[in-house]
């Protein structure tokens, strides 16, 4: 059975052609064809956290695909009234794949373990599959072709740089990290990257200024992720100096883009003027999450009716 816990889920050759299926899926959307590829599948969305991109964009995915969607948020029970092994032994008989977005990265893996359709991980504290591919699918776009270029994250080595650093080992694009030491990517997990994708380009700085030299796309996310909140004051301290405002931009490339993953800490992490300017591209990257999800979804779902065939 086929999942996506993590990006290590695929492998580097699927990338392109998940980017291609999305491709087709979004040019159908723009000239007005919503075509239903599984009319009656079923779409669980299993939910501890709150969600806005993730729920909305997959919910309609799944429309657009001919299927419906059930959320599930925390009343369902899941390892709480019962067992999670039980609970997706069950749940996996009523619907045809399931997204997880939970607080530890653990309940998704132990659920995917159980689960006899496929699971996808709508966000834990260590992964946002779903979100890195949407990213690199906005600079595929952007860029034409993905190979070569360089994307700087600037702040906390969260679960979007994580995801970012396989899909762009993956892409062959180069990572660089700005961040302050003992908030980036730890050592397993460079060590698993490396050994996965040998010829990974991974960096981690302390400069922002010297990251974004070459960035053709630079990248921040919030300095205080759901469930630090005890944090955020130390957080605000350590990460000034990695705000992402004009003047940074400014030491970029012209052609460079702004990403952010959304939503944003206004003021913080990054200022409007880049939110709003025009090397900003983030509301075009919160709409691809739909049509990359819906490629995903039709990725999984195929596979798993040729399992069953």
């Known amino acids: 059975m086929r999942h996506l816990v993590t990006l290590f889920d695929m492998q580097a050759s699927e990338l392109e052609p998940l980017f291609q299926a999305t491709e087709e899926l979004k040019s159908q959307l723009n000239n007005g064809t919503r075509q239903p590829l599984f009319p009656g599948h079923v779409l669980g969305l299993l939910f501890e956290k709150p969600s806005l991109r993730t729920r909305v964009s997959f919910e309609t995915a799944i429309a657009h695909l001919g299927g419906n969607c059930i959320y599930l948020g925390q009343e369902a029970g ?29 309940s998704v893996t132990e659920l995917a373990r159980y689960c006899t359709c496929p699971v996808i991980n709508g966000l834990t504290d260590l992964a946002h599959p779903c979100q890195a591919l949407a990213d690199l699918y906005t600079l595929r776009e952007e860029f034409g072709s993905l190979k070569g270029k360089t994307l700087a994250f600037v702040g906390d080595g969260n679960n979007v740089a994580r995801s970012l650093a396989v899909a762009c080992a993956y892409a062959g694009v180069r990572f660089i990290l700005a961040a302050p030491e003992g908030y980036r990517l730890c050592d397993t997990f460079l060590l ?60 970029a490339p012209p052609s460079a883009v702004f990403l952010h993953c959304l939503p944003a800490h206004r003021g913080e992490e990054v200022t409007d003027d880049v939110m709003d300017g025009a090397q900003s591209r983030v509301i075009r990257q919160a709409a691809n999450r739909m049509h990359v999800q819906k490629a995903v979804l039709v990725w999984l779902l195929q596979a798993r009716t040729k399992e069953h065939n």
Request: charged share 30%; net charge negative.
């Open 192 to 251: 698993e990257l490396k050994q996965r994708v040998p010829h990974a380009c991974i960096e981690m700085v302390d400069s922002p200024q010297r990251a974004v030299t070459e960035a053709d796309a630079v990248y921040t996310d919030v300095w205080t992720s759901m469930g630090q909140e005890e944090e955020r004051e130390e957080r605000r301290q350590i990460f000034a100096d990695y705000q992402v405002n004009a003047k940074l931009m400014a030491g």
């Open 78 to 106: 899941w390892g709480n009234r019962e067992s999670v092994a039980d609970f997706a032994r069950v749940v996996s008989q009523y619907v045809d794949i399931l997204v997880c977005r939970a607080k530890r990265h653990e």
